[in-house]
């Protein structure tokens, strides 16, 4: 168990519709990062927050934001979903140096998107 | 210049054996090079990980072998178990920022 929890574990929606994914970082962690994956694909980042600001953004789509709570705690927005949304949806959270030097991230189990 | 490439695809290798997935890149600004393992339902996990200032790096059966002219690194699982059956990605920090680019993936299958 990494530490990383993530909601729902799956999600199963229409075309056209909204959802928000939750991900609470381990304690301690101020950085959180979003990634998606879709079928034999590898991780494509997204986008990641370092203590309630955003520090960098990946191949991330327009209708797809997201934010970090003063709790710490992380939503991915996903809106006007289409069916090539669907894929597995990851978070991670490190210790993340405000540097940008690299640490060690922990990943949540993941929630599966299912866009029909 | 942000991607990694990772090869093969997918691996089939016989308990007892050794497995290579390798790993290149173009962009000089990676200063880190981690590798996941991903069992199926569940997120990666880190499992070893090395700096371009070293050549090689090992921990029990898993080991990294860089080779910084190159721009390739290659993870190395000697005495292959069916516990080891899995998905691996390695992945490349970019300096001064916060980005994680990761490879497509290898699929590892060790048959018993």
């Known amino acids: 168990d990494s530490g990383v929890t993530q909601t729902p574990k799956h999600l199963i929606t229409a075309t056209g519709q909204r959802v928000t994914l939750r991900c609470s970082p381990r304690?301690?962690?101020?950085?959180v990062y979003w990634y998606q994956q879709s079928l034999d694909q590898g991780l494509q980042f997204l986008i990641q927050?370092?203590?309630?600001?955003?520090?960098a953004k990946g191949n991330i789509l327009e209708r797809f934001s997201a934010q970090q709570f003063p709790d710490l705690h992380s939503e991915l927005n996903l809106s006007s979903l289409e069916l090539g949304d669907s894929a597995l949806y990851f978070c991670a959270s490190s210790v993340a140096s405000r540097r940008g030097l690299p640490t060690e991230q922990y990943f949540g189990p993941g929630t599966r998107l299912t866009v029909t | 210049q942000q991607q990694v490439k990772q090869s093969p695809q997918s691996l089939i290798v016989q308990k007892g054996g050794i497995s290579i997935i390798n790993c290149a890149y173009e962009n000089t600004a990676f200063d880190y090079f981690p590798w996941y393992q991903q069992f199926p339902g569940k997120g990666p996990a880190l499992l070893i990980a090395?700096?371009?200032?070293?050549s090689e790096k090992k921990e029990g059966r898993f080991t990294i072998s860089f080779n910084k002219s190159a721009k390739q690194f290659s993870l190395h699982i000697m005495d292959s178990q069916p516990g080891d059956s899995a998905t691996y990605f390695c992945?490349?920090?970019?300096?001064?920022?916060?980005?994680?680019?990761f490879g497509t993936g290898t699929r590892l299958k060790v048959l018993a």
């Open positions: 927050y370092y203590n309630g600001e955003e520090r």
């Open positions: 090395i700096r371009p200032d070293v």
């Open positions: 304690s301690g962690d101020l950085s």
């Open positions: 992945a490349a920090h970019l300096s001064g920022t916060y980005k994680y680019i």
